[in-house]
């Protein structure tokens, strides 16, 4: 059986390099991504460029219906789903929370919080034996945000991780034994776009010194921990995170 996935926010930066290097070794994938077409199509024109099965569809997690219309237009392009990697997520401009206001905040819980836990519904319903599936596999993107807070910066993005930390334990025990697997990847300083979304491009080079490593991080090698939780490798590996984090 051809393993199927599904990467949200798979037109750039982590979601790309996972979606990448997921064809790489034989899953078919479906990318959804929010606003940029061209980015997402560059994604499935490398992959099937190489002879993988690829597609993109425009959803915003944020809202149930796209995502529900998401996970239908897999199932009939490319077959029953066997894994979701949630990586979806946004920031907004470096803020204090005194300085935030309730819409704000809203935004980014609508996105990394809400748009997790429906995709994540989705694939349960499809992979769970309760529900006549085979099993798979969910692996949440996740951030160091959540344990160290980012103060003075997005306390409301690191809070809406810590939410999906919460989730990925929580729902790692309700479904463990019905045949899926559901653990995340804690990312550290990397190098993509979201940084600029918060008003700082170069972000990662400004703190990179207080991280043990000396350095950011890329795309790449955050999506080789995905991939393995996603693997017959991590076949006893359940509700845990790994750290890909340099340290920090």
Request: hydrophobic share 45%.
């Amino acid at each position: 059986m051809e393993n199927v996935l599904i990467v949200t926010g798979g037109g750039r930066g982590i979601g790309a390099a996972v979606a990448r290097l997921a064809a790489g070794q034989g899953y078919a994938v479906c990318i959804s991504y929010l606003n940029n077409h061209a980015a997402a199509e560059e994604v499935v024109a490398s992959i099937t460029g190489k002879g993988g099965r690829a597609i993109a569809v425009q959803a915003d997690v944020a809202v149930e219906e796209q995502v529900v219309r998401l996970f239908e237009q897999a199932d009939s392009a490319l077959g029953r789903l066997t894994a979701l990697v949630n990586n979806a997520g946004i920031l907004e401009r470096q803020a204090r929370v005194e300085d935030m206001d309730a819409a704000r905040i809203g935004r980014v819980f609508a996105t990394n919080v809400v748009g997790s836990f429906i995709c994540a519904r989705e694939a349960v319903r499809r992979m769970s034996t309760r529900h006549g599936g085979k099993g798979g596999a969910i692996v949440n993107l996740s951030s160091r945000a959540a344990r160290l807070g980012s103060p003075g910066e997005y306390v409301d993005y690191a809070a809406s991780k810590a939410a999906v930390d919460t989730l990925t334990i929580g729902l790692a025990k309700e479904v463990a034994a019905e045949g899926i697997r559901v653990n995340a990847v804690s990312p550290g300083l990397i190098y993509t776009d979201i940084h600029a979304s918060g008003g700082e491009p170069g972000r990662v080079d400004r703190v990179k010194n207080a991280v043990p490593m000396q350095r950011g991080g890329y795309p790449e090698e955050v999506a080789e921990a995905v991939l393995w939780l996603l693997s017959a490798q991590a076949s006893y590996t359940t509700g845990a995170t790994i750290d890909v984090s340099g340290g920090r």
